[in-house]
Structure formats: C-alpha cells, structure tokens
C-alpha cells in the first residue's frame, strides 16, 4: 500500500533505532485488531501513551492485511485517487465491486483491472485510512 502518508514511529518516542525497529516488525505483524491492541498496550507500558503517529501506522497495518486476505495485490494513492489493483485470484464478489463503482461518483474499472477511486476531499491520514477502510468493507 502507497498512500502517501506519514507512517513513521517517532523518533521522540522510542529513541534507541534498535528498538524503533523492532516495534515495526511488530506492528507489520499485526493482522487483527486484537493483535493490534496487544501491540498498542505493550508500547503504552514500555514507552507511555502511543502518539497518533503509532495509531496510525497500527491501522495501516491493518488495512494492509486486509487488503491481502481480499486478494488486492495494490493500493496506490495517485493524483488524488486511489489505485485498487487486485490479484487474478482475488477473492472480491463482482457483484460487490460493480455496487461499490456504481455508488461512487467517478469510480472506474479500468480493462488492466484497476479499480480508480476518487479522494475527493479526502486529505489527512486518518481520512485517508478510514476511506480505505470503508471501500475494503464495501468489497468484503
């Protein structure tokens, strides 16, 4: 997933790089929301209450792994829309995909097989993983 956003743990946070990384691969791992909030209450105990910098990069996590188990091979962030190529093996119902282009002003399927959505007025991160969130919802 390229979306353009700002999903670094800050360096204020957890000083030691070593440790900054090894948060990462728990948070890459993370594929549930009860995983999630594992992670979010270990970080709050070690290092104090997680910034909206970690949150973030918890429910990007997240949708990534959502994104996966669908069988959406990309999510790119372009030109104020979002790229939605799926795997040839995708697991998204057509009658579901054609609902959701239907219902969305200006949605495109392209013959490549890439779904285009536009992000009118949809700007800061949190918008732009709840957006992502609601569209794998609306194909799951």
Excluded: C, W
Aim: hydrophobic share 40%.
């Amino acid at each position: 997933m390229n979306l353009g956003l700002d999903i670094r743990i800050p360096p204020e946070y957890i000083a030691d790089e070593h440790q900054r990384l090894r948060a990462y691969k728990k948070i890459a791992e993370a594929n549930t929301a009860e995983a999630a909030d594992t992670i979010r209450a270990e970080l709050a105990d070690r290092y104090g209450p997680p910034p909206d910098a970690v949150a973030t990069l918890l429910k990007f996590s997240l949708l990534k792994s959502r994104a996966q188990q669908l069988g959406i091979e990309a999510i790119d962030r372009r030109h104020g829309a979002l790229n939605v190529k799926f795997h040839k093996e995708s697991r998204i119902d057509p009658n579901r995909l054609m609902q959701l282009i239907a219902g969305t002003q200006g949605a495109q399927f392209t013959p490549a097989g890439v779904l285009r959505l536009p992000l009118d007025g949809v700007q800061s991160s949190a918008q732009v993983l709840d957006y992502v969130s609601a569209r794998l919802t609306d194909l799951a």
